[in-house]
């Protein structure tokens, strides 16, 4: 591992996976976006946010390297947890792999679930949807239940991916048209933490780092309880800071031909908003990385959304 710093980034060096940049500076600009829903009619812990469309014309403050010009997006409505699956959550429906969280990092019930690869946030997402009567979204050579997954790893029965990448796991679809729990897209990651693009904070919720996140500066290197920080303006925590967020996406460069869920197949996965080990600049809304999807860190975690409202093929 070859770990450099700049601007209190930690470019890191992971077999080949590299965390790229795009940290920005902020400026003031107006956005425009819609109200969230004042009425409760959406599981415990998540928030309805409403849909939108970023129409290409205008670049956002802080500059945004998926907001662009000449790239049009629309994002459904999404149920949104308003805080990173934690651990209490995780150990319903699956087991970790070669780690467990620990005292060291953080480990109770209201702490983020870590040392969970993006294969495994697809297996809780797909068991928790089954669980609760929803339409699992991923599927594998036409099969949703992921206890039927080649590969797949269980013990007790509970579950988890594997720690080295597949073919298999790496052809997973995703049904956008299904009601159950998944992963943000990095379109859809932003869009929550910019609220609704409305803000024009350089963190999700403030432009103190500070007030909104847990990063190296204040988290005593390790994880915290969710929720602890200011929420951003639609009601969710942790956005900038705490762990990282495992998006669906793979890492690539935005243009305005990428389709809304990401970039074709590349040698990483998209994880956004900072981290506990991480420099402040990590945190804010506009940073850009990619990790090892199959690896396993003590500082990336994930956060699940559903869809709203029916969407059609």
């Given at each position: 591992?070859?770990?450099r710093?700049?601007l209190n980034c930690v470019?890191?060096?992971?077999g080949a996976?590299?965390?790229?940049?795009?940290?920005?500076?902020?400026?003031?600009?107006?956005?425009t976006?819609?109200a969230?829903?004042?009425?409760?009619t959406?599981?415990?812990?998540?928030v309805?946010?409403?849909?939108?469309?970023y129409d290409?014309?205008?670049?956002?403050?802080?500059?945004s390297?998926v907001f662009?010009?000449?790239?049009i997006?629309?994002?459904g409505g999404l149920?949104v947890c308003?805080?990173?699956?934690?651990?209490a959550?995780y150990?319903v429906?699956?087991?970790?792999g070669?780690?467990?969280?620990r005292?060291l990092?953080?480990?109770?019930g209201?702490?983020p679930?870590?040392?969970?690869?993006?294969y495994d946030?697809?297996?809780y997402?797909?068991l928790?949807?089954?669980?609760?009567?929803?339409q699992?979204?991923?599927?594998?050579?036409?099969?949703?239940n992921?206890v039927?997954w080649?590969?797949?790893?269980?013990?007790?029965g509970?579950?988890?991916?594997p720690a080295v990448?597949t073919?298999?796991?790496?052809?997973?679809?995703?049904?956008e048209?299904a009601?159950g729990?998944?992963?943000p897209?990095e379109v859809?990651?932003e869009y929550?933490?910019?609220?609704c693009?409305?803000d024009?904070f350089?963190y999700?919720?403030?432009?103190?780092?500070?007030?909104?996140?847990?990063?190296t500066l204040?988290s005593?290197a390790?994880t915290?309880e969710?929720n602890q920080?200011k929420?951003n303006?639609l009601?969710?925590y942790?956005m900038?800071?705490?762990?990282?967020e495992?998006c669906?996406?793979?890492?690539?460069?935005i243009?305005a031909?990428t389709?809304a869920?990401?970039?074709?197949?590349?040698?990483?996965?998209?994880?956004?908003g900072g981290s506990w080990v991480?420099?402040a600049p990590?945190?804010?809304?506009t940073?850009r990385?990619?990790?090892?999807?199959?690896?396993r860190y003590?500082f990336i975690?994930?956060r699940?959304?559903?869809?709203a409202?029916?969407?059609?093929?």
């Open positions: 591992m070859v770990i710093k700049k470019f890191v060096l992971w996976i590299a965390l790229m940049t795009s940290c920005v500076s902020c400026a003031s600009s107006p956005k976006g819609q969230v829903h004042s009425v409760k959406f599981p415990e812990g998540f309805k946010v409403p849909d939108g469309i290409g014309t205008a670049p956002l403050t802080p500059a390297a662009i010009p000449g790239r997006v629309t994002i149920y308003d805080h990173e699956v934690t651990q959550e150990e429906y699956c087991m970790y070669d780690m467990s969280p005292a990092r953080g480990a109770g209201n702490y679930a870590y040392y969970v690869n993006w946030a697809l297996v997402c797909n928790r949807s089954i669980a609760e009567g929803l699992p979204v991923y599927s594998m050579a036409g099969q949703t992921p039927k080649a590969g797949i790893v269980s013990k007790d509970k579950y988890c991916g990448a073919d298999a796991w790496d052809a997973v679809t995703f049904d048209t009601d729990y998944r992963l897209t859809e990651w929550i933490a910019r609220n693009n409305r024009s350089v999700a919720g403030s432009n103190n780092a500070d007030e909104v996140s847990w990063n204040n005593s390790t915290h969710v920080k929420a303006g009601g969710m942790d900038s800071g705490n762990v990282w495992w669906w996406d793979w890492f690539g460069p243009t031909d389709p869920a990401g970039s074709a197949q590349s040698a990483g996965r998209t994880p956004r991480y420099g990590c945190a804010e809304v940073f990385c990619a990790y090892a999807y199959y690896a003590d975690g994930f699940v959304v559903r869809n409202e029916a969407k059609q093929n």
